[in-house]
């Protein structure tokens, strides 16, 4: 009677070891979604089989989209981080969000300078992976403005600027942009700077500028 009792003990916890694994694999039949967020995509057909690994369903987390835009490298140095986006759509619906990324490298196709926006869309404003347009937010910048005659030649920008005791220095230019006959400079010289205008090859850096003459007057009596 012992040893039928120790087989039947036997049989019982095999039978609970069974229905582990039975409450195992229904356990894996179960497919929970790591996030909240609106299922876009499903399975069409009714008893397909699936592979380890390939995705079942596509969701997607609407209430704050990422937008992807590119910029030149010349507007790129310009926008910091957390700068302020606003996106508006085809429909002209707007929404607003924050620059997330400046990538550090640009595209090696396009030379543009890829960047990243995370855009609040809670009210769902905006329709995920359309089409948009992006203005960003970007602190003013102080430009001073010379002809471009003041130029000298040579491969950088440079200027004559008139120093202590009238002599001449030269001046690197640090150029934002060109313009029809002007230069706009973010720094190389200050807005009280006395530039020389069309140097030419008469003027070089440590000359002495000419002490000007007086005025000639007429005596006159009475």
Same mark, same amino acid.
């Given at each position: ?6 087989? @039947? ?20 039949? !179960? ?9 876009? #995509? ?7 089989? $699936?592979?380890? =690994?390939?995705?079942?369903?596509? $969701? #997607? ?26 996106? !508006?759509?085809?429909? =002209? ?10 990538? =550090? @490298? ?30 960003? /937010?970007? /602190? ?14 040579? #491969? ?33 010289? @200050? ?26 007057? !007429? /005596?006159? =009596?009475?």
């Amino acid at each position: 009677v012992q040893g039928q009792a120790s087989v @039947s003990a036997a049989a019982i916890s095999q039978a609970l070891a069974a229905a582990g694994a039975v409450e195992a694999l229904k356990a894996e039949t !179960t497919v929970v979604a790591p996030m909240t967020g609106v299922v876009i #995509e499903a399975p069409t057909s009714i008893g397909f089989l $699936i592979s380890p =690994g390939a995705p079942l369903f596509k $969701i #997607e987390n609407l209430a704050t989209l990422r937008f992807v835009g590119h910029l030149t490298e010349r507007d790129a140095v310009k926008v910091m981080k957390g700068a302020v986006v606003t996106v !508006t759509s085809e429909a =002209g619906r707007t929404a607003t969000g924050a620059v997330s990324l400046v990538l =550090g @490298s640009a595209d090696p196709l396009t030379r543009r300078v890829p960047i990243e926006a995370l855009v609040d869309n809670k009210e769902s404003r905006l329709f995920a992976g359309s089409l948009v347009d992006a203005t960003i /937010a970007i /602190a003013p910048e102080s430009l001073l403005s010379l002809p471009l005659t003041a130029l000298l030649t040579g #491969e950088e920008p440079a200027v004559l600027v008139v120093g202590s005791e009238k002599k001449l220095e030269r001046r690197v230019l640090k150029v934002a942009e060109t313009r029809t006959g002007v230069i706009l400079i973010r720094s190389g010289v @200050s807005a009280t700077d006395r530039v020389v205008d069309s140097p030419g090859t008469a003027w070089r850096a440590g000359d002495t500028l000419p002490v000007p003459k007086p005025a000639a007057t !007429t /005596a006159s =009596g009475g």
